[in-house]
């Protein structure tokens, strides 16, 4: 099933490829990530906004660092869900995840001005990533 390796990503990019032996790539995607969580005060902000302090979360989170976030979490996601299949097609099924990228990317744009802001960034990569997956689960 290759959800799971997705699901593992969901959760840390790069747990995915783990799962997938792919240990190298797996490996450079979580220190990836881990850099990037830590430059851009992301688990802080979640933390913040989560707990009602929208404000201070945005206030808290190093924008110039966070953009480089959601384009990579989402690759991260299909990346371990491609290549858990072989022969499956590349051009159809990166479709939904570019589009979570790009929805991920103009909401981080757009936090200060959204309540809720982690949490509805979170959502608007994550839906179209299971709509992808659910989409094109054959091929």
Do not use: C
């Not at 099933?1 to 790069?14: K, T, V």
């Not at 009602?52 to 384009?71: D, R």
């Amino acid at each position: 099933m290759r959800i799971i390796p997705a699901l593992f990503s969901i959760i840390m990019p790069g747990f995915g490829q783990i799962y997938n032996r792919e240990l190298v790539k797996g490996l450079i995607f979580v220190i990836l990530e881990h850099f990037d969580n830590m430059l851009g005060r992301i688990n802080q902000a979640i933390a913040l906004d989560i707990n009602g302090f929208h404000q201070q979360a945005i206030e808290a989170t190093n924008f110039e660092v966070m953009l480089f976030y959601p384009g990579f979490y989402v690759y991260a996601v299909w990346d371990s869900w491609f290549y858990a299949r072989e022969g499956a097609d590349k051009t159809k099924t990166a479709i939904p995840f570019v589009i979570a990228g790009f929805l991920g990317e103009i909401a981080a744009l757009l936090a200060p001005k959204i309540p809720y802001p982690t949490l509805t960034i979170g959502v608007l990569m994550i839906v179209p990533m299971f709509i992808g997956m659910y989409v094109f689960r054959d091929q």
